[in-house]
């Protein structure tokens, strides 16, 4: 049975860092590529962060490139966000997908999600 369980969430203060983790089971997490997703309250899914399996690229909303790293280890089985400079537009859920393949984008699963709140 395939899992991702996010961990990590919690209150900062604008500015802040926090870092989530995805611990994935069930499948070969390293055969797949995995997408960071976020939704603010009220709001509909945002795609944020992308990770190959192939080669580690990686891809950026441009709302968080340049303060968001989206990273994995694959013999923890597990996906990283490292989120710096946080600000209160980043508050929400979020979750993490496994892709259907190594490269694409297309998410055939998802974790239940952690929520982030950005606040003074």
């Known amino acids: 049975e395939v899992q991702l369980v996010e961990s990590g969430g919690g209150l900062v203060q604008p500015g802040g860092s926090l870092r989530l983790s995805c611990a994935a089971s069930g499948f070969t997490f390293s055969s797949y590529a995995a997408t960071w997703v976020r939704q603010a309250p009220g709001k509909g899914l945002e795609w944020v962060s992308h990770i190959n399996s192939v080669d580690g690229s990686t891809e950026y909303a441009d709302s968080v490139k340049g303060r968001f790293t989206i990273s994995r280890d694959n013999a923890k089985n597990t996906l990283y966000l490292q989120m710096n400079s946080l600000k209160p537009e980043d508050r929400g859920a979020y979750y993490c997908?496994?892709?259907?393949?190594?490269?694409?984008?297309?998410?055939?699963?998802w974790g239940q999600g952690t929520q982030v709140t950005v606040s003074s």
């Open positions: 997908a496994k892709s259907r393949t190594a490269w694409g984008h297309e998410s055939d699963y």
